[in-house]
């Protein structure tokens, strides 16, 4: 029979229209201004924490809708922002420096409709407001990495090739490697010149002194620098999202420079400290062979450094570095067997050869691990450039008891810091500090503003659409009314359903133009079947013929305007990636709706049914 759906399709229809009403419900319930509490160095948010956080709203008299506390931070939902505000500032009096308190906005949803994985969708800066910063990569601290490196290289190239030297350092203009004749200056050139081509080789020898210095190429140059942005985004991207904050905007600007957007944020200060945490660490063996109290009063060995434990006193560790934290992939807290807290360590294929060979050679002596820190000292240079502190202390000191591999643990920390440093190496390490040389905040009500016109546009847009088709396709357009009502339910559905899709203001504009190309399918068809009828068909072949022959039509153009989209995303950033997703998205359900979607009603009204005439 003409126009008949099997009961499996009509059920599949109603089952993926009710998933994306489900999943659109989120939206309608709004957010709540809350309280976020997250402890700095040194110090742990617990529900003790919670309690007192609680009490103590309580006495100033401020209503708190709910208290979460979850992953070692504490949320705290209040009836309205004159409330939020001053609960901020209760609660940074009474806790202290240890704590960064922060305004936030989080959703409203029913914990009920969490459960099942319902959140509602996630807004971009320009609707929701928050912060907004242009940070400069430290290059130089790169490059010096870079070469320290390569003199920790050079060292271990000569001597498994026992090529006699007179010491390698880093110098002002490069790499400078010192031997004691000419002929062992000669053999050693052309062997580093045959192990890479990434250095420049110079013989600067002055009579009795023979001297070799390696500077960077060109292109080796400009390869650490793009590999020191691209680490650098990477890892604040993961940083961001391991710290909870929701769907931030991490891209590059130029040959140095990163943008980061975190929609939501209000405390810049919070923000900053995200961001420019710069902690890693290095593992270095101590050197027990030096007077510490010499080194104290200057007299350092030649290939080692004085530095302070975090407990208190002076340790010499050999400068040359066993292994970075750049290898680490995985870090977790955790608790020994005494119950102390540590830090249980997993290492890349590479970082595990490394460490099993160092460690081999020195069972029974001990290893240290430096923890290394950058802080804005409140300086500028004469460019106008933050200058950085570096803040090194050793955080333990332990015999390496057997060869180490890919997993071993750092001790000597308390709870709040193994958690703190587990987070940062989990996260990565950045390859060079950053400063921030620009910063904006975006306020919730310019966001607010950008909602309510994004709104008005879609709903008049809405309306014109709706009545138009009533009235010249009468009950057929009553039914496209229909899809069109249900595809935007979906495109919102599917947004909340995303993890990554974000609604920004040009991606309202991609819903407002999907309204307009979901109604489109609807009309190819109709005209289609007024055709069929016009040429004698009847009713139920008309029907049939007009939703038969426009599907080509239809996903023809529907295709080429995905691709469009898609190439959009692929290529373009921030507004335009927003609106290309938006646009995807509403393709991709307008098709359903306008072709599956009326045609279930259609048949369901007048499918297989004998009649003289059609509302179209």
Do not use: C
Not at 171 to 184: P, V, W
Not at 240 to 257: K, T
Not at 491 to 505: D, E, K, Q, R
Not at 518 to 525: K, S, T, Y
Request: no cysteine; aromatic share 6%.
């Amino acid at each position: 029979m003409l126009n008949k759906y099997p009961m499996w399709k009509n059920l599949m229809v109603i089952i993926i229209i009710a998933i994306g009403s489900f999943y659109a419900i989120p939206n309608l319930f709004g957010e709540d201004h809350a309280v976020q509490v997250v402890a700095n160095r040194g110090a742990e948010v617990t529900v003790s924490t919670q309690s007192r956080v609680n009490e103590l709203l309580a006495e100033k008299g401020i209503s708190i809708k709910r208290s979460e506390f979850e992953n070692g931070q504490l949320l705290v939902r209040v009836q309205d922002a004159d409330q939020q505000l001053l609960a901020k500032e209760v609660i940074a009096e009474s806790l202290g420096d240890k704590y960064t308190v922060a305004l936030n906005l989080a959703p409203a949803t029913p914990e009920w409709l969490e459960s099942v994985g319902g959140s509602p969708m996630k807004l971009g800066l320009d609707l929701r407001g928050g912060v907004h910063f242009l940070m400069e990569v430290d290059m130089g601290e790169a490059i010096r990495k870079m070469e320290e490196a390569k003199v920790a290289d050079y060292r271990s190239q000569l001597r498994e090739e026992k090529i006699r030297y007179a010491g390698i350092r880093r110098g002002a203009t490069g790499i400078e490697i010192k031997f004691r004749n000419a002929e062992t200056l000669a053999k050693a050139e052309n062997f580093l010149k045959r192990r890479s081509n990434d250095m420049v080789l110079t013989d600067r020898s002055d009579g009795p002194r023979y001297l070799l210095v390696a500077t960077m190429s060109e292109a080796y140059l400009k390869q650490v620098k793009e590999e020191a942005l691209q680490q650098n985004i990477t890892t604040i991207r993961n940083r961001v999202n391991e710290l909870g904050v929701a769907e931030p905007v991490v891209q590059r600007q130029g040959a140095e420079r990163i943008i980061v957007e975190l929609p939501g944020v209000q405390d810049t200060t919070r923000a900053k400290k995200i961001l420019s945490a710069t902690a890693s660490i290095e593992f270095h063996m101590v050197d027990q062979k030096a007077d510490v109290a010499s080194a104290v009063n200057g007299r350092v060995p030649a290939g080692s450094k004085l530095y302070q434990r975090r407990e208190g006193g002076p340790v010499v560790l050999k400068s040359a570095v066993m292994l970075t934290g750049d290898h680490i992939t995985g870090a977790q807290p955790s608790f020994d067997e005494y119950s102390r807290p540590q830090v249980s360590i997993n290492l890349d294929a590479k970082g595990g050869n490394i460490f099993s060979n160092v460690t081999k050679d020195n069972i029974g002596k001990p290893m240290a691990t430096l923890f290394i820190e950058y802080k804005d000292s409140g300086e500028r240079d004469a460019e106008g450039k933050v200058k950085l502190k570096k803040i090194e202390e050793v955080i333990s000191v332990a015999t390496i008891q057997a060869r180490l591999g890919r997993n071993f643990v750092i001790n000597g920390l308390d709870h709040a810091e193994a958690q703190s440093l587990a987070l940062l190496l989990r996260a990565g390490a950045l390859i060079a500090p950053v400063y921030i040389v620009e910063e904006r905040t975006i306020g919730p009500s310019l966001g607010k503003e950008n909602i309510e016109n994004g709104l008005q546009a879609m709903i008049w847009g809405m309306a014109v659409v709706l009545l138009f088709m009533m009235f010249y396709y009468r009950g057929f357009g009553v039914i496209a009314n229909l899809a069109l009502s249900a595809n935007l339910i979906m495109v919102v559905g599917v947004m909340s359903m995303i993890p990554g899709a974000v609604l920004t203001l040009p991606g309202i504009a991609g819903m407002v133009l999907t309204v307009g190309m979901a109604v489109d399918g609807n009309v190819l068809i109709y005209e289609r079947i007024r055709e069929e009828l016009r040429a004698g068909r009847s009713i139920q072949q008309a029907i049939h013929e007009g939703y038969g022959n426009a599907f080509s039509t239809i996903a023809d153009a529907n295709i080429t305007t995905f691709m469009t989209a898609l190439i959009l995303f692929a290529v373009g950033t921030g507004a335009v990636k927003g609106f290309a997703v938006t646009l995807m998205i509403g393709i991709a359900t307008s098709m359903f709706t306008a072709i599956v979607g009326t045609r279930a009603i259609v048949n369901g009204l007048w499918g297989g049914k004998r009649m003289k005439k059609l509302s179209i």
